[in-house]
């Protein structure tokens, strides 16, 4: 079960770090990532972070803004998102990829993650 948290409003050139709960999965865990829909959009990476080799990939467009990192001490992962726009506006949600022998790399599509939270929304005024 995976739980976000920290969604609100913000000013323009604010900043937010959303918080995914997660329950202590292990190795049954490949990847974790965010993803984000705005209304009327397709939902659309944000980010993602391989659980065993904690290496990242980030949308072109959010590096340098945005970091995904965990705490396996609070089986939590986070999103910190730093200079936030108008358009950042959406509700974010948290994912997991269970693992599998024979994956490897960065998976940055909705369908290939299995588990997702609710959702929290995020505003940003300009």
């Known amino acids: 079960q995976l739980i976000e948290s920290g969604g609100g409003l913000v000013q323009a050139g604010g900043s937010l770090r959303l918080s995914c709960a997660a329950s202590?999965?292990?190795?049954?865990?490949?990847?974790v990532g965010w993803f984000r829909q705005a209304p009327g959009k397709e939902r659309e990476f944000v980010a993602t972070l391989n659980w065993r080799s904690r290496l990242t990939q980030y949308a072109d467009s959010l590096k340098g803004r945005f970091a995904i990192s965990r705490d396996n001490a609070k089986d939590s992962i986070y999103l910190q998102m730093n200079n936030l726009k108008p358009e950042d506006t959406a509700v974010y949600y948290c994912?997991?990829?269970?693992?599998?022998?024979?994956?490897?790399?960065?998976?940055?599509?909705?369908?290939?993650?299995?588990?997702w939270g609710q959702g929290t929304q995020v505003t940003v005024s300009s």
């Open positions: 202590s999965r292990g190795s049954s865990v490949y990847a």
């Open positions: 994912a997991a990829k269970r693992w599998e022998p024979d994956y490897e790399g960065f998976y940055a599509r909705p369908y290939e993650y299995e588990d």
